[in-house]
């Protein structure tokens, strides 16, 4: 082959040059330090398909993209759930400083369904974000799709499956696996990802928080009687809840948003 030949061919950004990082590559920081130095372009690669694989539902999956989701839903766009295993609270995402009203959720029948909405979401160009969440299954061909859909809207995208999936190969252009390791702490591990080196290891503190959780089971708790006029609580503050839920409320009505307070990986 001809060195024109050759330098031509290294053009093709789908081909990785293991100490070069020039690319036309766009990423956006995940919040983590730790994680972008990890990630070979510094962030979550935008028009990639990211592929995240948990061994349960709300460990962490939304608070390790809220960076992310937040710096988006201030851009043009909208950030787009698809099939979310649990209905998001509009306050955690509101805490998260994710802009609500930038929200779309999806909820589909089948398997079929979903691939369908999630490729015509990230080929929209309407959509700076697409989440979708898909079931522990050989789905090789339909990610494949994804991955070219997302391409061509030039945005960030995310498919969600079960961590038993990591053993299996994927089109997906980065893999993350995320475990629970202690109620602070989660371990991330890089499986793949575009341009640069697999196998790093990184421990994130997704919760700190979770320092002021009590583990104490509600059965332990004082029992109030509410029948007796010493545990009725002052008139203010009872409406002032009342308020703040009538907005939550409203707010959910319009956009529902984030998964848990407990675990806040914003489930509800």
Known sequence: MSSSALKQLLRNQSIWQA????????SMSSGYRKLDQSLHYGGWPQAVLSEI???QHGIGEIRLLSPLLSQLSQKPGYICWINPPFLPNATALFEQQIQIEK???????????????????????ACSAVLCWLPAQSLNREIRKLSLAVKSGNCWGFILRHYKMHTQPSPAALRITLENTTKLKRQLSIIKQPGGWAGQEITLELFPESLYWTNQAATDWPQINLNSKENIRPTC???HKQEVRAQNNSQIQSSP???????LSMYH
């Open 237 to 239: 503050v009872t409406e």
């Open 53 to 55: 694989l948990l061994p």
């Open 19 to 26: 100490a070069c990082r020039k690319s036309k590559t766009t």
């Open 257 to 263: 948003s984030t998964f848990n307070n407990h675990n």
């Open 103 to 125: 929200l779309i959720f999806i909820r589909t029948q089948t398997t079929q369904q979903t691939i369908w909405t999630a490729q015509q979401a990230m080929s929209s160009n």
